[in-house]
């Protein structure tokens, strides 16, 4: 079956830090791939997303590059700030008679310290 | 444009007491629902997913309920509370048959069984 797997937190960092969060998945066929950030005390807020191999997601900052190869979904971003501090998800879907369902990874907690 | 309500937004209730918690989306039609939870310091736990009025299926067994009365309002339930339903819950929607746009999610609501 499908499933994903990112780093496990919490994950610290200082304001204007490098950020990798890793995100690798297993699936059968072409899945389309999402990051999802939670701020605290929110629901969960699409970030991101790539829909084929090679694609770039970006936004707010942050990246990731649909890996085929690797079957990788790495975020990045290059200078963190105290405001990104959230828990951010990786997530696929893949869709299959009619309908599709997201499988998401466990989650991973960002604190970002001035 | 799409939106989705979901409320209360806090709820503290005692053991052994009814809940309800709804969840409605605007601006489409025949959308998928869902239902998370999630523990606290923990990842996503789908609950309940629907795919039309009538079409809901259960991802684990518990002491919870989701019925769908319209095509676009979706109501999470039990009978009798215990300790262990507390967490924060979440509603989410999906086209049904395009997995490049993900889901939505709404803004949560905090359960707290005492």
């Known amino acids: 079956g499908n499933s994903v797997t990112q780093m496990e937190g919490p994950v610290t960092l200082s304001e204007e830090a490098f950020l990798t969060i890793n995100c690798t998945y297993t699936?059968?066929?072409?899945?389309?791939l999402f990051w999802y950030v939670q701020y605290p005390g929110e629901g969960l807020q699409l970030l991101l997303k790539a829909t084929k191999a090679d694609d770039k997601g970006s936004n707010k900052g942050f990246e990731a590059t649909y890996r085929k190869e690797t079957t990788s979904f790495h975020l990045e971003k290059g200078s963190v700030q105290v405001s990104d501090s959230a828990v951010y998800f990786c997530a696929l879907a893949y869709s299959g008679a009619g309908s599709y369902q997201l499988t998401f990874g466990k989650g991973t907690k960002l604190s970002v310290i001035p | 444009s799409q939106t989705i309500h979901q409320w209360p937004a806090t709820l503290v209730q005692p053991v052994g007491s009814p809940l309800s918690l709804e969840c409605t989306v605007e601006g489409t039609s025949n959308p998928n629902l869902y239902w998370y939870r999630q523990a606290a310091g923990r990842g996503l736990q789908l609950l309940f997913y629907s795919i039309g009025i009538d079409q809901i299926s259960s991802e684990v067994p518990q002491n919870l309920s989701a019925s769908r009365p319209q095509d676009r309002q979706f109501i999470l339930s039990s009978k009798k509370l215990l300790l262990s339903d507390s967490g924060f819950y979440l509603c989410?929607?999906?086209?049904?048959?395009?997995?490049?746009?993900?889901?939505?999610f709404g803004s949560g609501t905090r359960l707290t069984v005492v």
């Open positions: 699936a059968t066929g072409y899945p389309s």
């Open positions: 989410a929607w999906s086209f049904g048959d395009r997995p490049n746009y993900g889901y939505t």
